[in-house]
């Protein structure tokens, strides 16, 4: 171990990184985009609607250098067309944030099998497929035995637990969120020869339009959940997508991290029953 002091400037910062974010208008993507620009990468945000998209990178401006890519990742042609406008602006891609993502919730007798397609073309199947689509242009910012690119999936602590506050089932969405999971660690046994870093983010519940309407009659239950007793804050989110975006998170490779206050190995779940 030397014995020269860490610096830590170097260690976090993202200067001359360029970033994609899935689904960067709002929620989760948005707090990561957020701390990708403060830490100084040049942050690319995507979403299907995009007047809103163009209004988030318009605010994100004030942290960096933000441009809206409009595109639906859920279809093969919302995917080319992103790749390449994409590989038009940049030769190099050093950071994809799989972000984008659909829940679904309704009784066990009315859960609609649609669910299961929609859920998983965008919450799955973009997750691989834009990623082997990126690969040229992550391997091409990966820098070896240095600072490898990253790839970051967003999954879900549900894809660790059966959730028990929804008050309906999430079949599917549980479902996809694990399938994310072990996705994850099949594509970093895949890119990690190729210098390409892939980890989940496992998040608990963080204010988001996905989660607004749960918090309005289940915030109570849901705070009690959390062995910290409260709900996630933008820069927890923004915390944990620095660190595996930069110098300190380079080493870690193929894992799943739960960022939920501890709410998915709570022993002592309030449950609100079905229906
Ligand atoms: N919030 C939480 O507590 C929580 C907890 C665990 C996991 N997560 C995960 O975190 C991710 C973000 O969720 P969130 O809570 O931030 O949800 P959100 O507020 O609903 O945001 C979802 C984002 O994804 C975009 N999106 C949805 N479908 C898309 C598609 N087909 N193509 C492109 N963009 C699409 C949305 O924009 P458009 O509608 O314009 O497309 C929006 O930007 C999801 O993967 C979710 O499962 C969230």
New binding site residues.
Partial sequence: MSSNSLDIQRLFNLEGKVALV????????YMISQGLLQAGARVYI????AA??EAAAEELRQYGECIALP????TPE?RQALCEVLADAEPRLHILVN?????WGETYEAYPESAFDKLMS??VT?VFALTRALTPLLEAAAAPDDDPARVIN?????GLHIPTVTGVGTYA?TAS?AAVHHLTRHLAVELGPRQITVNAV??????????DHLFDVRLREIEQNSLLGRV?KDEEMAGIAIYLCSRAGAYTHGTVIPVDGGTSINPRHVRVTNG
């Fill in positions: 899935t689904g960067g208008s709002r929620g989760i993507g995507s979403a299907r609607k809103a998209c595109a639906d990742v859920a919302g972000n984008a993502g659909a829940a965008v919450n973009a967003i999954g879900s602590m549900d969405y969120k496992a998040p608990g519940f963080f204010p988001s339009k996905m989660t996630g």
